[in-house]
């Protein structure tokens, strides 16, 4: 397993989660890290992003809510998620992509539920 994930469950609207991931070494120093996020029968979409250098970028539907972050020394990327919604309901996946060639590398995911 390349990418580890952790930290999904069950939350109430309105609460929060913290999602992690850690890679494997053959991923350490990947130029970017993120997360996406699918619904069963949905396409999967971009969650949230972050660049080797600090650059992020997020999903419309979860500015100003949702944090990523990345541990330079541990070479993790976390997810803070704030002021959940039903609709944040999906399965969430860590990504990696190491360039020199390019590989992309995905975690196995993880359940969040947001209860109404």
């Known amino acids: 397993v390349h990418l580890q994930e952790s930290g999904g469950g069950l939350v109430e609207t309105g609460g929060s989660l913290r999602l992690s991931c850690a890679p494997s070494k053959s991923v350490f120093g990947a130029n970017d890290m993120g997360w996406y996020r699918q619904v069963p029968g949905q396409e999967r979409e971009l969650v949230a992003s972050?660049?080797?250098?600090?650059?992020?970028k997020y999903g419309d539907s979860v500015k100003g809510r949702f944090t990523i972050s990345r541990d330079y020394f541990k070479h993790t990327v976390a997810l803070q998620m704030n002021s959940l919604q039903p609709e944040d309901t999906a399965i969430y996946y860590c990504y990696a992509v190491v360039w020199g060639p390019r590989r992309d590398y995905w975690g196995q995911g993880t359940q969040v539920t947001v209860s109404s």
């Open positions: 972050i660049t080797k250098d600090g650059d992020a």
